[in-house]
């Protein structure tokens, strides 16, 4: 991996994901793909090129791949579940006929190409408790189907093709850069910011609903260290269960008032994001990961607490 195309490279995942690959990979070019109306900006623009690439415009994908000898695509052009929910067609079209195009140019120009899943590729008869790495993948949503065709066809194409496709299943992000939007976990986000900004929060998920979060830079070494592993160690590649902490929003406002005594949380359960997170898994077994490429997680919800609340406070205060 040395020339990387981000496509998504200013939403939640691509805007650090872009950062640390331009820090991390030496001799090489990361280009910041985007769509009009998100432009990147500040270090992002100043630190490498940016090229509009729409995942749904596979002419416009492969001339910036031909342009700077890409050899690695992240796909993060998504939309989230619970925007998903809202706009069915519009996720298909992203997720499912993007991702064609992406693997289409990827079998041509021979680019490996990481395209996320996510706890949302299960459903309500996976086994929620240490869901297994190879399981039963039922999802209700469209996010959910899309994800579960992302990992069917990523694979098809690296047995059919060769096309060198990897990924993982992400639990919910946590972050302190870039916020999420549409997704059934921004929760986890926003009730940090609650906090720091010293108002209550509503919360949209009842409590009892347990679900695989994760801290970002966690995350962000997941997605590079599964396009650096060895080939040969792989038995599986789309899509690895990948977990690091599991908790309810009683856990987290807990964890919170232990730095804000004060904070109040109010629930006003969505139930669109209530039904999601009730098909979702509680908890992934992530022991293929593990054995396969050394995944290992440096975030527990402590140590993720005490550094989200820092950077808000330095952001926001
Ligand atoms: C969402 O909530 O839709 C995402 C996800 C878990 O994939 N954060």
């Given at each position: 991996m040395k020339n990387v195309l981000v496509i998504g490279s200013t939403g939640q995942i691509g805007s650090e994901l872009t950062m640390k690959l331009r820090r991390e990979i030496p001799g090489g070019v990361t280009v910041a793909g985007y769509i009009p109306g998100a432009e990147p900006k500040g270090a992002l623009l100043e630190s490498g090129p940016a090229e509009q690439a729409d995942v749904c415009d596979a002419k416009q994908i492969a001339a910036i791949v031909e342009k700077y000898d890409i050899?690695?695509?992240?796909?993060?052009a998504a939309l989230l579940s619970a925007t998903a929910e809202k706009k069915p067609l519009l996720a298909w079209d992203i997720q499912m006929n993007g991702l064609i195009n992406i693997l289409e140019v990827a079998r041509e120009k021979r680019c490996a190409v990481f395209t996320p899943s996510s706890i949302?590729?299960?459903?309500?008869?996976?086994?929620?408790?240490?869901?297994?790495?190879?399981t039963i993948q039922r999802p209700t949503s469209m996010y959910g189907v899309t994800k579960v065709a992302t990992e069917l066809l990523s694979d098809y194409y690296f047995h059919?093709?060769?096309?060198?496709t990897r990924s993982v299943r992400f639990p919910g992000l946590i972050s302190y850069t870039t916020l999420p939007g549409g997704?059934?976990?921004?929760y986890a986000v926003e009730i940090y910011y609650a906090a720091v900004k010293g108002e209550t929060f509503v919360c949209p998920i009842a409590p009892g609903t347990y679900m695989d979060m994760m801290y970002m830079p966690d995350a962000l070494r997941a997605a590079v260290q599964i396009m650096q592993a060895?080939?040969?160690?792989?038995?599986?590649?789309?899509s690895f269960n990948i977990a690091s902490m599991s908790f309810d929003p009683e856990t987290i406002f807990q964890a919170i008032r232990k730095e804000y005594p004060d904070f109040r949380i109010r629930y006003e359960v969505d139930p669109v994001r209530q039904g999601i997170a009730d098909s979702w898994p509680d908890k992934m077994d992530d022991s293929c990961a593990r054995a396969e490429w050394g995944w290992k997680p440096e975030f527990d919800l402590e140590s993720m607490t005490a550094d989200m609340i820092m950077h808000l406070k330095e952001k926001l205060l």
């Open positions: 050899d690695a695509i992240y796909n993060l949302g590729s299960f459903g309500p008869s996976t086994p929620h408790d240490n869901t297994p790495q190879d059919k093709y060769g096309v060198d997704g059934t976990t921004d060895d080939p040969d160690k792989l038995v599986h590649r789309n």
